[in-house]
């Protein structure tokens, strides 16, 4: 079974993703694509898209709920890693429920994890 989030990408596209400057600051080891981010204050930087009303990461290569791809998963910013999808861990993410509500689609379940169901 693949990994749900390879069939969603909701999250990408609902939430604001800001990060500290220094994320995409090569010099202090950032990873993040300074191009594909915009100024959010003195101190934070937000991935573009994802500061409109209708949030979409500039990043994100997807057709929410069919597939989904972060094109710099290997560099993505912190938050985004914090972001667990529901039951992977065993435990409901509030983030993700909202994520898929907002794309209408349902709640995972323990059953979209089978190791853990
Ligand atoms: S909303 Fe949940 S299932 Fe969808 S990509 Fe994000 S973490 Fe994964
Ligand atoms: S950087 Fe990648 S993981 Fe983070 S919001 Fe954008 S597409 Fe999603």
Known sequence: MAH???SCGA?????RVSLHWSEADPEL???VPEAL???LDAHRLAMRGTWEKQPRCV???????RY???TIHPVRPSVCREVDASWEYGVVSAQCDKARAVHGLRALTPQDW???A
Do not use: K
Request: charged share 20%; net charge negative; aromatic share 4%.
């Open 4 to 6: 749900p989030c390879m």
């Open 11 to 15: 999250c990408c596209a609902t939430f």
């Open 29 to 31: 080891g950032g990873g």
């Open 37 to 39: 981010t915009e100024r």
């Open 59 to 65: 990043a994100l290569d997807a057709d929410i709920g």
């Open 68 to 70: 989904s791809r972060c």
């Open 114 to 116: 089978p190791a853990q």
